[in-house]
Structures are given as C-alpha cells and as structure tokens.
C-alpha cells in the first residue's frame, strides 16, 4: 500500500527554538497532506490540512503563526513549531488521502518535547 | 458536523477472551467508518473499513467490524485475542469521499490483553 514518511520520529528542542517536521509521501502524489496533534491519551485532532501549491486550511483555535506549513511539491509537505513551549509538547501525525478515494495514509508520527 | 464516540475509554480482557470494542457516531449524510490500531509510539494502521457492500468488513488478522446503520454503529470484534492485540484503537468516520476528506476520531479505546 501507499507509504508515508514522517521525519523525525522524536525530537527534543529547547525552549524558544523552532523545529520543523517533514511528511513524504514516498509511492504517489498528494496533493493534499492533514496533520494531527495527539495529546497523551486522547485522539487525534485535526490541525490543518496543507494543498499542494497554495496557502494551507488551519482548523478553529489553531495559531497559523506558530505552525507554519509548507506543501511545496506533491511529495513534500512540513510542519515548523515556531518559538516552541512546553505546551506545544505533543504526538504529530501527518496523513494523504491515498489513491483509493476513502482511505488515508498516515506518517510514523513525531513525538516533540520541549524542554 | 460528523461526531465518534467510543463508549469505553479502557478495556482489560485476558488473552483467548473475546472482546468487543464499541463506536456509535453520528451524521448526516452517509459515511464511511473506519477502525485504526495505534501501538505506543506509533503513526496508526488501517485495520478495517467500510465504504459500502457487505456491512459486515474483516482484518486479516481476525478482527471483525459491522456497520449498524439504524444504531448507528461499527463495533470491532474479535472471537479470541492475542497478547499483541494490545494497543489502543480508534474509530474514525468521514462523510463522503474525494481526495480532500477529512477523518473525525473518536477518543479511542485502550485495549490490554493481559496473560
């Protein structure tokens, strides 16, 4: 099946910093890439959703300031946690729609610690 | 606007047990449901889906999930289970189809399958 790379799976920044977070999708095209935040032990709640070549959609309450998103190419897209806090600690999971229409492709996911 | 609930948050069960784990969402138009597997530290994978047919969809690795359009409802089961059936599950719906649906997640169900 269709396979979607995230990198990197854990990372650990000071606070302040700014970490970016890439999401390939590695056997086809997505035009389209979600990301996901998951606190400990609860679901997954939708952040954004990137496209290909223009702005991304950010859902309500979430700072488009603090993360950025970058889909430069259909096989490409990043999230960068500007200026992080300890609050911003947390699972990110990226995921495409894959070829067949219904279905998503999810990332590895990238645990964040901000110290 | 689409919503999942799971009704049970942990389930302990002792291995060669069945277990039923439950999902009961909520729409207005029709959907397509899905049911994802999360082990610690991990992106998710699909494990079943329903986007039409057979109301009644199959793993491979014997899990089982029907889809109950009166309640509602897309239980998962599985008639005996394994030490590594523990993880936490999700179940998901989306309305619609095309390229740029979105997921909605319930809160997931811990699943611990205990020797």
């Known amino acids: 099946g269709a396979v979607v790379s995230q990198h990197p799976s854990w990372v650990i920044c000071k606070s302040g910093t700014s970490v970016k977070i890439e999401c390939r999708s590695l056997d086809f095209q997505a035009t389209t890439m979600f990301w996901y935040r998951q606190f400990p032990k609860q679901s997954l709640m939708l952040m954004a959703t990137s496209n290909e070549g223009s702005k991304a959609t950010y859902e309500q309450g979430v700072e488009k300031d603090k993360f950025l998103i970058n889909h430069a190419s259909l096989t490409l897209s990043t999230l960068t946690v500007t200026s992080a806090h300890p609050e911003d600690s947390s699972f990110y999971i990226c995921s495409a729609p894959g070829t067949v229409n219904t279905e998503a492709f999810f990332g590895q996911g990238t645990r964040l610690t901000v110290v | 606007a689409q919503s999942v609930t799971q009704l049970d948050s942990q389930v302990p069960v002792f291995e060669e047990a069945p277990v039923e784990l439950r999902c009961n969402y909520s729409s207005s138009v029709s959907v397509y449901l899905f049911w994802y597997v999360q082990y610690p530290n991990q992106g998710l994978q699909l494990l079943l889906k329903y986007l039409s047919g057979s109301t009644l969809v199959e793993s491979i690795n014997g899990f089982e999930a029907e889809f109950n359009k009166s309640q509602t409802s897309f239980h998962l089961r599985k008639p005996s289970v394994h030490i590594s059936d523990t993880a936490e599950y999700f179940c998901?719906?989306?309305?619609?189809?095309?390229?740029?649906?979105?997921?909605?997640f319930g809160k997931g169900t811990l699943l611990t399958v205990n020797p």
């Open positions: 998901a719906v989306s309305e619609g189809g095309g390229s740029n649906y979105k997921l909605t």
